[in-house]
């Protein structure tokens, strides 16, 4: 998602790897974690299903495979074991999630598309994780709203990770805060936009980049000063901020 040009004819292209996102100024130590960490320890399935996704018109959707390796290693430590992923697409950072959880842990899966999930459903039935998941087709709102409107839901959720339309996001959040119980996490995906926060105000932006960088951007403050979590802003992938609900 190479969303900023700075006109420079000096700088050495993009990384091309699919997925790829990284705001490290040096592909090349980008390439490095991958080969030295981050594949070496890539389940067969994630990586099956990376490279198929890798084919889909859209892969730049997709989790990259150093952010899916941190998703996976959280979910670990933190013990989570009833989950929610808003964003599914063909389902990366959705295996990751599953392969982490305990074998009777549970994913609400959630995207407005059936068709992208179902390209990697085979493999996750292959993992042998697909008993975890829920997945529920269409907006996510509505049902959001639904498990607020039932108490047993509030506080219910270990985890929650969000990578879907970004000018929905703080309306995700209002609704999650809820959901997700005291001492539990919501990860907020691409909240540094491939960099485009800081692109001077004439940077020429993809049109959607320029969209959304504004959602982005309002999310990001509200994170800030929110007093019922604590947060942490990662430079991994696109850039992911978890929130510890504290109150």
Not at 13 to 36: C, F, N, P, R
Not at 97 to 116: F, S, V
Not at 212 to 232: G, H, M, Q, T
Request: proline share 5%; net charge negative.
């Amino acid at each position: 998602m190479a969303a900023v040009n700075n006109g420079s004819e000096n700088q050495p292209a993009k990384h091309q790897e699919v997925g790829h996102k990284s705001l490290l100024q040096s592909d090349a130590l980008y390439q490095y974690i991958l080969e030295t960490s981050v594949y070496p320890r890539e389940p067969a399935p994630m990586k099956e299903l990376r490279e198929v996704t890798a084919k889909h018109p859209w892969n730049l959707m997709t989790t990259s495979a150093d952010e899916g390796q941190f998703l996976n290693l959280l979910l670990k430590l933190i013990n989570a074991k009833n989950t929610m992923e808003i964003g599914v697409y063909t389902g990366y950072s959705l295996l990751s999630t599953a392969l982490a959880l305990p074998d009777d842990g549970k994913i609400l899966a959630l995207d407005i598309n059936r068709e992208n999930y179902e390209i990697g459903l085979p493999i996750i039935e292959k993992a042998g994780v697909a008993h975890k998941i829920d997945f529920r087709e269409g907006p996510a709102l509505p049902l959001l709203d639904q498990m607020i409107a039932d108490e047993k839901f509030h506080g219910s959720f270990d985890f929650i990770f969000v990578d879907a339309d970004k000018d929905n996001y703080l309306n995700y959040h209002k609704r999650l805060i809820d959901l997700v119980k005291i001492g539990g996490v919501i990860g907020y995906d691409n909240t540094l936009w491939n960099g485009s926060l800081v692109a001077p105000a004439d940077a020429p932006l993809r049109k959607y980049v320029r969209y959304y960088r504004d959602f982005v951007l309002e999310l990001n403050k509200a994170l800030a000063i929110d007093p019922r979590v604590e947060i942490c802003q990662l430079p991994v992938g696109d850039g992911i901020t978890l929130c510890r609900r504290v109150s």
